[in-house]
């Protein structure tokens, strides 16, 4: 097994034509993920790469080519309502790549999302991967290796760091996923995590965090109260300055700044090894494994 | 993006909102002709973007237009935790029977947009929610149904008991989101909201901060970007397609990705050194972007050694390498440069920095220790 993806993903592009959605297209298909459909509006009909139909819509490509996941590599502005078609189209899972979604747009989105029991990833996220079996997104496949560790991370080269580190001392993984730095996003830190506890292929977790909001401080709750395997965590942001906040509401809303050395206490007191630093991965890993 | 009280107050007069009247000026003798205008005594409002400015002295009444001639004399040109007063605002000594908060901020949490209200405005509401908690309420709102009047209602109720002035703080509350979504905020409020002895609700003070990410497609908001209010190196950045945040150290970063820039930057901290900067070139990999990322950390005096930390994603690492080789013959690099790259086309960037006489390092650790080490020396 392995989480979200793996030989039954059927993969379909959304701005499979543009820049960024043919790039990815090509190496996600070279690196073994079947992509059976690309959406770009106005080229249904057409061929990408010599071997993938191109549709109008997202529908189109589940009813002819069977796909049941999506990554969307298309602009900004048209992201929300490329995650709202192909959750409309049945998509189970929906992975956004595309970064500087207005938050107030997943405000919209997430209820849609909610609603109809999809999956979302991201958006502004590497995406993920199951390495040797499939990957969506934008991990780069040749420094992921095969193994028992999962990974999710808010980070995105970070978490590639990570990735690295774990594959030079031979540690594979069973999944990366990135969820995505926003402050609203589809799939947390604790969903990936009872994914990994329940995924009989993953023996460990690291997970990759940041300042700001207060995820981390409740996936480190969840962990002491639900997880089983060993996890190891890293904050990003220990000497990050404080930002000059303009307005009171953000530090009620969340009664609390987010500082790397909060979050840190918080993974510490749930039983969760701490990195100092990303090199620190392995070592705490073999300690617990 | 942070607006100015009079920037957002105008865009809630736009939205209906009741404000005082007055207006912005940036010369003592237009503060003078403004309080002659407006024929009352008057207050005279430093516009920076940072709290606190009447503990500062920033926030000032005058009798006279003659007296806000002097106070605003005072005021621009003044320092307030750095920021430099440019422009104030003038505005009627408002006649005070009450003060509340209202506010609406998008929330991680809920994922949604939460009002909040407390009948304690005017002061530090930070302090309010931390000792008494339950004088603040909170409603999120449904964003397919916007903020329903009776939710509207029930809010004031929570702000007053006379039902004329629930009435029109209900209306404000729904004003303001529409205020709220119209220009894509992140964060509106009106602290504080009163209530005059005449029996009027009004709008004395208000901030909004807008969402970043709706600025494309928003260009009017855009246009209202006060770049004077901002340090020049991090509006040249943002010019460039670049993320930057000086810090006081002499290690400067050059990283791909926020993460792993933080990431860098605590490992700095973490073998001994401090670094100057936060710099995150982004996901693409234009060489002219590493070049602009060169320049403004070489123009920081602090800096004695530069690191660049790159892991090769979307970024090609041989795009940073030609970039690294074009901006070191443009600039005249007295520090010197340590480099790891890893990732796509790693080994294209190596031969490219090797031809130019640079060497390279595949490992993070490796690359942040030699770079605090440097540093140390031309300290």
């Not at chain 1, 790397?260 to 090894?273: F, T, Y």
């Not at chain 2, 629930?166 to 979504?181: D, G, H, S």
């Not at chain 2, 770049?227 to 150290?249: C, H, M, Q, W, Y």
């Amino acid at each position: 097994m392995s989480i979200f993806i793996d030989h039954d993903t059927r993969l379909v592009v959304q701005g499979i034509t543009g820049r960024d959605g043919s790039f990815h297209s090509k190496q996600m298909i070279e690196y073994g993920t079947k992509v059976v459909a690309g959406v770009t509006p106005g080229k249904g009909g057409q061929t990408f790469d010599e071997s993938v139909p191109i549709f109008n819509t997202v529908a189109e490509s589940v009813w002819e080519g069977g796909a049941n996941t999506a990554v969307i590599y298309v602009p900004a502005r048209f992201a929300a309502d490329a995650i709202f078609e192909a959750a409309d189209a049945g998509i189970d899972l929906i992975v956004c790549i595309s970064e500087g979604v207005p938050v107030l747009d997943m405000t919209r989105v997430i209820p849609y999302l909610v609603a109809r029991g999809t999956r979302l990833i991201g958006p502004n996220c590497p995406g993920l991967i199951s390495p040797g079996k499939s990957k969506v997104g934008i991990i780069p496949g040749n420094i992921c290796r095969r193994g028992r560790v999962g990974v999710v991370s808010r980070s995105g080269t970070l978490t590639y760091e990570i990735i690295h580190q774990l594959t030079a001392h031979r540690l594979g993984q069973s999944s990366c996923v990135g969820i995505g730095g926003d402050p609203i996003i589809g799939t947390n830190f604790i969903d990936c995590l009872a994914a990994f506890e329940d995924d009989p292929e993953t023996d460990a977790i690291a997970m990759i965090g940041e300042i700001g909001g207060t995820d981390e401080q409740k996936a480190a709750e969840y962990v002491a109260a639900h997880v089983s395997k060993p996890v190891v965590g890293f904050i990003a942001g220990q000497t990050a300055p404080p930002g000059r906040r303009m307005g009171h509401a953000g530090a009620i809303i969340s009664g609390s700044s987010g500082t790397a050395a909060e979050k840190m206490q918080a993974l510490s007191r749930a039983g969760i090894g701490v990195m100092k630093r990303p090199a620190d991965v392995v070592p705490l890993l073999k300690e617990v494994m | 993006m942070n607006l100015h009280e009079y920037q957002a107050r105008a865009l809630l007069a736009k939205h209906g909102v009741p404000v005082p009247d007055g207006d912005v000026a940036s010369t003592a003798s237009d503060v003078e002709k403004i309080a002659r205008k407006l024929g009352s005594g008057v207050v005279v409002k430093a516009q920076v973007h940072t709290g606190g400015r009447g503990k500062a002295g920033g926030v000032k009444l005058a009798d006279t237009p003659e007296e806000a001639r002097t106070v605003a004399d005072r005021i621009l040109g003044m320092s307030i935790k750095g920021l430099t007063v440019e422009k104030v605002l003038v505005a009627p000594a408002a006649e005070i029977a009450s003060e509340s908060y209202v506010g609406v901020i998008v929330d991680r949490e809920s994922q949604r947009a939460v009002f909040m209200v407390s009948p304690e405005g005017g002061v530090d509401i930070e302090e309010v929610a931390a000792k008494t908690p339950e004088k603040i309420f909170k409603l999120a709102v449904d964003p397919r149904d916007g903020l329903l009047p009776h939710e509207a209602m029930a809010l004031s109720f929570e702000l007053y008991d006379d039902v004329k002035l629930v009435r029109q703080a209900a209306t404000i509350l729904q004003q303001l989101y529409a205020t709220f979504v119209d220009v894509g905020a992140s964060l509106a409020e009106i602290n504080p909201l009163i209530t005059t002895p005449d029996g009027k609700v009004v709008a004395l003070d208000a901030k909004i901060a807008v969402d970043d990410n709706e600025l494309p497609m928003k260009p009017k908001i855009a246009a209202l970007r006060d770049a004077s209010a901002e340090a020049p190196s991090e509006v040249t950045a943002r010019n460039a397609g670049l993320t930057f945040i000086k810090l006081d150290g002499n290690v400067g970063c050059c990283v791909n990705g926020a993460g792993l820039a933080m990431a860098t930057m605590d490992l700095v901290k973490y073998y001994g050194g401090e670094p100057a900067n936060f710099l995150d070139i982004g996901g693409s990999s234009n060489p002219e972007k590493v070049v602009s990322a060169l320049a403004i950390i070489t123009a920081d005096p602090n800096v004695k050694s530069i690191l660049f930390n790159i892991f090769g994603g979307i970024t090609r690492c041989d795009d940073v390498a030609n970039g690294i080789v074009t901006a070191t013959k443009r600039l005249k690099l007295d520090v010197p440069l340590v480099i790891r790259l890893t990732g796509t086309n790693e080994r294209e960037a190596v031969q490219i920095l090797e031809g130019a006489g640079f060497s390279a390092l595949t490992d993070m650790d490796e690359a942040v220790k030699r770079a605090v080490q440097l540093a140390k020396e031309g300290a």
